[in-house]
């Protein structure tokens, strides 16, 4: 069964400065990977899908990496502003017709000014 | 951009009532739609994956005949939550993907569900 586990589980930085997130998943055998952040209440916002085939994804301040064969996945968050505060999940999908997502625990962000 | 629309986004009801929220792709078709809640401080767990015109999948322990999920359209999918009881209270998430297995998935804003 597929487990995503994602650490630390909670990150406080001052505004500015470059951070990384951590998303580890123990059946290396994804389809893809796929980071959202979810603001209090809200629903999720999409923000890279890594298929498995490729190394990173690159989006403004944003660049995902992933590494299939040791199951890891960074999120890494450049120039870091109060607005990033949320929570950050990585989901793996599992493949097959569905592709259904399996969710990390999610690190919760906050980005003091 | 794709839009998925979730109504309502929070509802307060009596244990032993139901309860219907709606999940809509506003500008795609939908083939699949999945259905997730969350619990305080915790990640998503799926519920059921819902293909149009079919009976929906649910996953382990997710009581069919108590979560009703109907996917009559490629815009629209529903589930209704039977019988609530308190520790029904969740939030509810539906999430849709406009093409195939390696498309994006994109998500309502959720429902919040009190059970009194």
């Known amino acids: 069964k597929q487990e995503v586990t994602q650490i630390p589980a909670a990150l406080s930085v001052p505004e500015g400065e470059n951070l990384v997130l951590n998303c580890s998943f123990t059946d290396s055998a994804i389809y893809n990977l796929q980071w959202f952040r979810q603001d209090p209440g809200k629903g999720l916002t999409s923000l890279l899908l890594?298929?498995?085939?490729?190394r990173e994804q690159t989006s403004g301040r944003l660049n995902a990496s992933l590494d299939k064969s040791s199951g890891r996945s960074t999120l890494y968050i450049a120039a870091s502003q109060p607005g990033d505060s949320a929570t950050y999940l990585c989901a793996v999908g599992s493949g097959g017709a569905t592709n259904k997502l399996i969710f990390g625990t999610g690190t919760l962000l906050a980005v003091q000014p | 951009g794709a839009v998925v629309s979730q109504h309502p986004s929070w509802v307060i009801c009596k244990s032993g009532t139901s309860v219907k929220i709606e999940c809509r792709s506003l500008d795609f078709q939908a083939t699949t739609m999945f259905w997730y809640r969350q619990f305080p401080k915790q990640s998503l767990m799926l519920m059921a994956t819902?293909?149009?015109?079919?009976?929906?999948?649910?996953e382990q322990g997710v009581e069919k005949d108590k979560f009703l999920i109907n996917h009559a359209s490629l815009t629209l999918s529903t589930l209704t939550v039977t019988s609530a009881h308190p520790e029904d209270s969740s939030f509810y998430i539906c999430s849709a993907r406009r093409g195939g297995a390696n498309e994006k998935l994109f998500f309502g804003s959720g429902t919040q569900l009190s059970v009194l």
């Open positions: 890594i298929q498995s085939s490729q």
């Open positions: 819902s293909n149009e015109g079919s009976k929906a999948t649910y």
